[in-house]
């Protein structure tokens, strides 16, 4: 297939600059570049793959215009409801959908450590996961730091109310079956994501740190030309990156 043409959804964002200009470097061709108050359904008339750095309430419109169009998808936005996340596994039966908290190749190579990790290290190590993203950031915690701590519960068979989000007043010792969250924010940090395994004696600690938007932007881009023409289907970076 020829270079698919992208709609980026929420263009004048940070994330939507860093893909204009990730745009002009691929030299793929952007079809339509809108915020909210545009008009999003000839905006993906225009255009080959849906790319959303927008807002939840931006997301939520862009499933409507993708299954009405039947136009791929590249999820990036955070912070979404539960709703909204059953609306976007039901329309992968329809639509190939990439959708992940963090398009970066290091973040993704973190997940696949911070599992190897869970699986290795037993529940002697206390696991607690540590966030950190500039001052305008509206959602928390981080879609990322969601996802790694949701794999260490997939590791150690733990339910999602084992995540202890923050800590305050008389909370008792710490149990082992527990997995900490923790969300930290201020000034222009683009985003830095750090998993603990403590023990007594010794601990691990698996950290990133992102220092350039564009590495997020080239990510989504390439998650875009690998999901056209792809059959219907919910698939994450992990699959784009050929990590499985
Ligand atoms: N998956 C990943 O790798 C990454 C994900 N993100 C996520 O991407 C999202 C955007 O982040 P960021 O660029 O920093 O945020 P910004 O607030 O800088 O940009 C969001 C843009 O979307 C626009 N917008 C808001 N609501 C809508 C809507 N309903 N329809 C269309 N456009 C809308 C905003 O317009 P206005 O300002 O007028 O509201 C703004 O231009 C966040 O959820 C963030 O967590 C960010 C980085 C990487
Ligand atoms: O809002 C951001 O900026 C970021 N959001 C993503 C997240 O919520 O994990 C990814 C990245 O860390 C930057």
Redo the contacts with the bound molecule.
Sequence with gaps: MASPRILI??A?????QALLAAAREFNLPVGAA???GDDLAAAVGQSDVIVD???P??TR?VIDQALAQKKALVI????HAAAVKAELIALAARVPCVW????SVGVNVLFALTRQAASLLDSNYDAEVIEMHHR??K?APS?TAARLAEIILEERKLAPDALRYGREGITGERTSTEVGMHSLRGGDVIGDHTVVFAALGERVELTHKASDRAI?ARG?LRAAQWIAGRPAGLYDMQDVLGLR
């Design positions: 959804n929420g004048k964002g940070r994330m939507g809108i915020d909210l750095f927008s807002s309430a931006g419109a990036g936005t955070t912070g992940s908290g963090n398009y305008f950031k959602d879609g997020l989504a």
